[in-house]
């Protein structure tokens, strides 16, 4: 934050030494929009080089604080198969120290509930998704003995132990029904576990004497959570949000209350947990992707060079490193406006489709060589029609914003030319971009640069 700032008034400083150079009028006019910028030089010649890069795992913080989390696995047409596992850990709810399942309880059943949050799915939802479900052998924690934070990232997992349950079921249409008759909410999957599982539970509770679900601490030595992971031939990663009062374990049970000699319907719920006196989840992330045999994966092997075909994808997939250095063969210079333009066009033999909608924002990072960012800005998607000729192309085309990094990049110099384009992951999504490369032969990649020339 500190050098951002320092940048910043160095812009300052610098505009004000230009100014002074010019007259009173043309103050505040190093960075121009609208029509002033037909006063501006224009370029979208400088040549673009393209590096496709294996994205770094994904530091898990942000994901634990929205505790929006990804599930599913998909087989991508371009991009082969990828998949998203988690695991979470349990609580007994709020208040509910000394936690008991009543008098001489009879399980009915017991059902793992994921919400959907907010966002789309991915892939092919018509198709049966299988998951499987794990009991896990080891403690989630936010911090270690000496306070400190602990990291978790995505190509971390829980280490897990004896298989609990295994579900097949559809996106968006599940429903569970128990023997006592209990319908499940929609915005929900349900996944039904074993009943050995569940017994489990009420065995524990029914021991004389035992402290398993006194406190958190018992109950956590007791059970330390669960993990999901999807089958390898599913077809739709979806978000589920993990601290929504619909994300649950739930036993269903029958019991006799006091002054009743007849059994009663009961359940209890138990909610995935949050660290102690936040709302960070306690919950990881796993993702896997396999490009054996795909254009990426071609791309990769050599070297990364991308010609007429750039590939994005989340989930600590793939992203590209540009470089920019022709930017410093024309001099001394003011940067008014720099945008990226990439253009997905849209043919009839194009895979992307309502399976594989195109991301609405593209992120990016700007480099340097102490490893510091400067964000600019998403790049907003609109679908548009171009011309060549008399034929009309219809295409989604991202203008990504650049001024602020180019600026900096100018200011600092050769050297630290490097820009990283990703698709943002905060929060979690499971989408991916197919674009033109710098080369393609029609409407390639390209920085639209509005400029000054300092005399």
């Known amino acids: 934050?500190?050098?951002?700032?320092?940048?910043?008034?160095?812009?300052?400083?610098?505009?004000?030494?230009?100014?002074?150079?010019?007259?009173?009028?043309?103050?505040?006019?190093?960075?121009?929009?609208?029509?002033?910028?037909?006063?501006?030089?224009?370029?979208?010649?400088?040549?673009?080089?393209?590096?496709?890069?294996?994205?770094?795992?994904?530091?898990?913080?942000?994901?634990?604080?929205?505790?929006?989390?990804?599930?599913?696995?998909?087989?991508?047409?371009?991009?082969?198969?990828?998949?998203?596992?988690?695991?979470?850990?349990?609580?007994?709810?709020?208040?509910?120290?000394?936690?008991?399942?009543?008098?001489?309880?009879?399980?009915?059943?017991?059902?793992?509930?994921?919400?959907?949050?907010?966002?789309?799915?991915?892939?092919?939802?018509?198709?049966?998704?299988?998951?499987?479900?794990?009991?896990?052998?080891?403690?989630?924690?936010?911090?270690?003995?000496?306070?400190?934070?602990?990291?978790?990232?995505?190509?971390?997992?829980?280490?897990?132990?004896?298989?609990?349950?295994?579900?097949?079921?559809?996106?968006?249409?599940?429903?569970?029904?128990?023997?006592?008759?209990?319908?499940?909410?929609?915005?929900?999957?349900?996944?039904?576990?074993?009943?050995?599982?569940?017994?489990?539970?009420l065995d524990a509770d029914a021991i004389e004497e035992d402290s398993t679900f006194f406190n958190i601490v018992t109950f956590l030595d007791f059970f330390k959570g669960l993990a999901v992971v999807p089958d390898e031939n599913n077809t739709a990663i979806a978000p589920f949000n993990l601290l929504d009062s619909d994300t649950e374990l739930k036993f269903y049970y029958k019991a006799y209350l006091t002054n009743s000699d007849t059994l009663s319907k009961r359940q209890k719920s138990f909610l995935v947990r949050a660290q102690t006196g936040t709302n960070n989840v306690l919950a990881l992330n796993e993702f896997k992707h396999d490009y054996t045999g795909t254009a990426p994966q071609a791309i990769l092997d050599n070297e990364g060079k991308i010609t007429d075909q750039i590939y994005l994808q989340s989930m600590a997939g793939l992203e590209v490193e540009l470089d920019i250095s022709e930017i410093f063969d024309i001099g001394d210079l003011i940067v008014n406006k720099a945008e990226l333009e990439i253009n997905n066009v849209l043919e009839a033999t194009n895979p992307d489709s309502l399976l594989f909608p195109q991301p609405s924002v593209v992120g990016f990072q700007l480099v340097d060589s102490n490893g510091d960012d400067l964000y600019d800005g998403g790049g907003q998607v609109i679908v548009t029609n171009d011309t060549i000729g008399t034929e009309v192309y219809r295409m989604n085309r991202y203008n990504i914003p650049l001024t602020l990094s180019i600026q900096r990049l100018v200011q600092e110099g050769r050297g630290n030319s490097t820009l990283k384009l990703k698709i943002l992951d905060s929060p979690l999504n499971p989408f991916r971009l197919t674009a033109n490369g710098p080369e393609a032969e029609l409407f390639p990649m390209k920085l639209n640069l509005f400029y000054t020339e300092i005399e």
């Not at 009028?25 to 496709?52: C, R």
């Not at 509910?96 to 509930?113: C, E, G, M």
């Not at 994921?114 to 998704?129: I, R």
């Open 1 to 201: 934050m500190k050098l951002i700032h320092s940048f910043y008034l160095l812009i300052i400083v610098f505009v004000c030494v230009l100014s002074s150079c010019q007259s009173s009028e043309d103050i505040d006019a190093d960075f121009l929009n609208g029509s002033d910028l037909l006063y501006a030089n224009f370029t979208d010649s400088i040549k673009v080089n393209a590096t496709l890069i294996r994205s770094e795992p994904i530091n898990l913080g942000a994901a634990q604080s929205n505790s929006v989390f990804l599930l599913g696995a998909l087989d991508d047409p371009i991009f082969g198969p990828s998949s998203a596992s988690m695991c979470m850990q349990f609580t007994l709810g709020t208040g509910q120290n000394n936690l008991n399942f009543d008098s001489l309880p009879q399980l009915d059943s017991v059902v793992l509930s994921l919400a959907y949050s907010t966002g789309s799915f991915y892939g092919d939802t018509d198709k049966e998704q299988t998951f499987n479900v794990f009991e896990i052998t080891d403690s989630l924690t936010f911090s270690d003995l000496d306070g400190e934070a602990v990291e978790y990232l995505t190509d971390n997992f829980c280490e897990t132990g004896q298989q609990v349950g295994a579900s097949s079921l559809k996106f968006s249409r599940d429903s569970v029904f128990t023997d006592s008759g209990t319908s499940m909410p929609l915005e929900t999957i349900n996944i039904r576990l074993d009943d050995d599982f569940g017994q489990k539970f």
